[in-house]
């Protein structure tokens, strides 16, 4: 078996000390330019490959990024890990990932294990996360980049999509066609979501001299939106229903089916989030588009111009788009 060649060898080797080779291995201005070359070829010569921890520690820096994710986002979170770790390779940093439990794993106590592992940076895919909750990460002066809220200051940065904008465009639309009887189901799981849906709804009503009403809450004593719905759908029905998540979209479609009213002819039906289940079902349900992948690359490469100290301004909010993608639950 090979001899593996350490620091202690290249040392030997360009007979200098260890600390001479560190500082060299690490980029540091203190070496006399016929040192840095002597420690340079002995490298060469022997093949010596710096360990990524070693350098870390020599650096005082992990180069290791937490990742935080909510359980309860898995389905959609797969494709921003994907984006995340591929950015992340490209500048030669770790992903650990760190999940959160409703109930069971606080943010706080989240927050404390990442800060006491000396994390380089950290990026948070939470729309529940609440101003108290990143002052504490403030504190410590680790950057931060958030996914899904648009927030930012010295060490923090966002990337999101304004999805009440999104749905101030939809409605809009229906409005200007004189068709008002809209409505939108709580989704008890992502109210941060729905918080930024009705605010949008809100405004299309109010800039067309309306109000919107048509707000479904799910009452805490139905274990399921689909419970609800089908006693819902029995009394009611609307020209329009507007789901957040893929799941919710087929507890409608269902339970308006189960309630006789025909889909798109009596009742149209949009979710705002697409997956591959929209167009399993039937009548496929419309969705938009949100670019998950590059919320991911673009979050990663937030932090890294941020621990760079990248010295060329850059935005530390950036918003990306969607594409409405209309089917056969929409006329």
Not at 93 to 111: C, P, R
């Amino acid at each position: 078996m090979m001899k593996r060649i350490t620091i202690y060898d290249v040392a030997k080797e360009a007979d200098v000390s260890l600390a001479t080779v560190s500082r060299v291995i690490n980029g540091s201005e203190v070496v006399r330019e016929d040192t840095r070359m002597k420690v340079q070829e002995a490298i060469e010569k022997l093949g010596y490959k710096p360990n990524a921890i070693a350098q870390g520690l020599a650096l005082q820096k992990t180069t290791t990024i937490a990742l935080i994710v909510p359980e309860a986002s898995f389905f959609y979170t797969g494709q921003i890990i994907n984006g995340l770790i591929d950015v992340a390779k490209i500048y030669k940093y770790n992903i650990i990932l760190h999940t959160t439990t409703e109930g069971i794993s606080e943010m706080n106590d989240i927050i404390e294990t990442i800060i006491k592992s000396h994390v380089d940076g950290v990026v948070i895919f939470n729309d529940k996360l609440n101003q108290d909750e990143l002052n504490t990460l403030t504190r410590y002066q680790v950057p931060i980049v958030v996914i899904g809220n648009r927030m930012s200051d010295e060490t923090i940065g966002s990337v999101y999509v304004d999805y009440a904008k999104l749905i101030y465009d939809f409605a809009s639309g229906y409005l200007e066609r004189g068709i008002t009887d809209i409505a939108l189901v709580e989704d008890r799981k992502n109210l941060a979501m729905i918080k930024q849906l009705r605010e949008g709804l809100n405004k299309a009503f109010a800039d067309h001299g309306l109000s919107f009403d048509n707000y479904i809450a799910i009452p805490k004593e139905y274990r399921s939106s689909y419970l609800y719905l089908q006693k819902y759908m029995k009394e009611h029905h609307h020209s329009l229903m507007i789901t957040y998540r893929d799941s919710q979209a087929m507890a409608v479609l269902n339970t308006a089916k189960e309630a006789g009213i025909a889909i798109p002819e009596e009742m149209e039906l949009a979710c705002v989030l697409d997956s591959k289940y929209l167009a399993m079902a039937r009548p496929q349900i419309s969705g938009f588009k949100i670019p998950d992948y590059d919320l991911g690359a673009v979050a990663m490469r937030i932090l890294t111009k941020m621990l760079q100290n990248e010295e060329d301004p850059f935005d530390k909010e950036i918003e990306l788009t969607y594409i409405y993608t209309p089917r056969k639950s929409t006329k």
